[in-house]
């Protein structure tokens, strides 16, 4: 993993210090229209005039919009430093497969090459403009969130605490597996596309069968783990849900709370699904991004280490 972000890093550090300050201006802003609703909430129990509303409608949609409007210009310059990516990265496997059947080495396979150029760089290039700012702002859309609740109501926040901790336990420990089915499906897949490119179909259609039914296979188990988990993070949301309105209710009854602040934590706990779904997917797709990069490496390292053996046949 900290190859792959050491080589993004090297390349793309100016884009990524520019997602990363747009990614923190956002999460900023995600917390304070949960402010202007508590505040407006509560003011119609205490007989807030029209004046008032009306006003803090206005700060409230000025904040929505401001977040919107630096939301687009961090979805625009991460969009622009993948297509970046992916243009330097089919450029680079079209360099090697030029240098290497110019030179008489050993050339790629059209499959493997085509499956590079194509798939593998169009999805490895596009993680390059989410890999830091994504994991930054929903990082730090949670951090807010969760920490304006806890300011308001620690106790709530505490419970909102509760709720994402052993998510991430879970999406931790099924990843491995996802990991693992992902590199298995890349690799047959291009062994399936050598064979379609390199032979005569009629001769190798058997094997070519067996590989996309190993696929299919492999594609179903990594759906069952991927929507098992997701069903599992969605139960313990319901039980949060449940018990942010439960206590909540509780402590507005005990006067330790009031209905602002527990209206607030309920769209709280709406507003940090949000982040930590696609926070949960960012990781997911970070994984599969890993193994797809480090078979792309592997592949040049060992073209390689064959020309390094090549020459040194030679000079003996």
């Known amino acids: 993993m900290w190859k792959l972000y050491k080589a993004i890093w090297r390349h793309t550090a100016k884009r990524q210090l520019v ?67 992916i243009k330097r990265l089919r450029t680079r496997v079209c360099e090697e497969a030029g240098s290497r059947g110019n030179d008489g080495e050993r050339e790629l396979e059209e499959g493997t090459l085509a499956n590079m150029v194509s798939s593998e760089s169009e999805t490895v290039g596009k993680f390059v403009g989410d890999a830091v700012a994504e994991p930054v702002l929903q990082i730090g859309t949670l951090i807010s969130v969760v920490g304006y609740i806890a300011f308001t109501q620690p106790r709530l926040g505490l419970l909102l605490l509760f709720v994402v901790t052993p998510q991430i336990v879970i999406l931790a420990l099924t990843q491995s597996r996802i990991n693992t089915l992902v590199a298995e499906r890349v690799l047959v897949l291009r062994r399936s596309i050598n064979q379609v490119t390199k032979h005569d179909i009629a001769k190798v259609k058997q094997s070519i069968l067996e590989d996309f039914d190993r696929i299919y296979g492999t594609r179903r188990k990594i759906f069952v783990w991927k929507l098992s988990t997701k069903f599992v993070l969605s139960v313990i949301n319901g039980f949060g849900l449940v018990a942010v309105l439960t206590i909540g209710g509780w402590l507005v009854i005990e006067g330790k709370s009031d209905v602002g602040t527990v209206v607030a934590a309920t769209i709280g706990l709406g507003r940090i699904e949000q982040p930590w779904r696609l926070l949960a997917a960012f990781y997911r797709n970070l994984n599969a991004i890993r193994v797809q990069y480090d078979l792309m490496q592997e592949m040049f390292a060992e073209l390689n280490a064959e020309d390094e053996t090549q020459l040194a046949g030679q000079r003996t």
């Open 19 to 85: 997602l990363i300050v747009l990614s923190v201006a956002v999460a900023g802003l995600a917390a304070v229209p949960l402010d202007y609703q508590k505040d407006i909430i509560n003011g119609l129990t205490r007989g807030l005039g029209y004046s008032e509303i009306l006003r803090l409608g206005a700060e409230m949609i000025a904040v929505i919009l401001l977040s919107l409007a630096l939301k687009w210009v961090l979805n625009f310059q991460a969009s622009l430093a993948g297509e970046w990516a």
